[in-house]
């Protein structure tokens, strides 16, 4: 017999979602219309076309926010759904694949069409083969898939591509000129895009909850580097990326109890986030 009660759709956490799915497609445009001003000629249509950068870089990162809050809010709740792993899937492919592949695209790849093309679609195809194996293995209740990432989580990659973008700019911004630098943007979109679909093991500090304690020196730590991130918002959230990152690589080798006082493991919630 059909189910007649109809999906269930969970207001908060879904709102969460679309706020993700609307910064995504906002930093699209955004992105579009970078590209289109830049046909002119002047400098003040240089400037607006890095102003529209500008702002797609923190709709991405805004789009990172959303999508850890919508998480939160389904565990805090007891609201988790199908639908909401679902709905979030589609609003991430959006936010962190297609226009970080598109804003790459306009500042370097389109000097290359053909090549650039193919380095940006491998990039969104891994990252959509990743959110497909994430949510195989959720439907699945895989206990792993619940304590951990498999691959480099999808808004991760994002946003340690729109970090770096941004870091890149405000070195230009204070007359250190981008040059050869901006090529460093390709290599690193296809070492992400390969380190999605890898079997490098990542943390998805989901037992971090509203609960969780911790001794006054490591609150004061946490602290300290929220407010350096917030005061150097220029570079420290790319620091923050890059050291998330490498820490799939040093994982294997910290002891159990160093990955347990890391990874606040001693509850076991269940993960939505990917």
Not at 83 to 90: I, M, P, Q, T, V
Request: charged share 20%; glycine share 6%.
């Amino acid at each position: 017999m059909a189910d007649d009660q109809g999906v269930k759709i969970y207001l908060l956490p879904n709102l969460m979602t679309a706020g993700n799915l609307f910064c995504g497609f906002a930093a699209s445009l955004k992105i579009v219309e970078s590209a289109m001003v830049s046909a002119g000629a002047g400098e003040a249509t240089i400037m607006l076309a890095a102003d529209n950068i500008h702002r797609a870089i923190w709709l991405i990162l805004a789009s990172c926010i959303f999508d850890l809050l919508d998480g939160r809010l389904a565990r805090l709740g007891g609201s988790e759904s199908p639908f909401g792993r679902e709905f979030d899937s589609l609003a991430d492919i959006v936010s962190f694949g297609v226009a970080p592949a598109l804003m790459v695209y306009k500042i370097v790849l389109f000097e290359f069409p053909r090549t650039g093309w193919i380095i940006a679609s491998i990039y969104l195809v891994c990252g959509a083969l990743r959110l497909a194996r994430f949510n195989c293995l959720a439907a699945l209740n895989s206990t792993s898939a619940n304590k951990e990432f498999t691959g480099f989580p999808i808004p991760a990659a994002a946003g340690m591509i729109a970090s770096l973008t941004l870091f890149m700019l405000f070195l230009n911004e204070h007359d250190r000129p981008l040059g050869a630098s901006k090529w460093v943007l390709p290599p690193l979109m296809l070492f992400l895009a390969w380190m999605m679909f890898s079997k490098f093991k990542y943390p998805s500090f989901k037992s971090v909850s509203w609960r969780s304690t911790r001794s006054l020196s490591r609150f004061v730590g946490i602290l300290i580097v929220a407010v350096v991130t917030a005061l150097n918002f220029e570079w420290m959230p790319f620091l923050l990326f890059v050291s998330y990152l490498l820490y799939g690589f040093l994982r294997p080798f910290l002891s159990r109890e160093m990955k347990r006082d890391i990874e606040e493991e001693e509850e076991d919630e269940s993960n939505t986030s990917h």
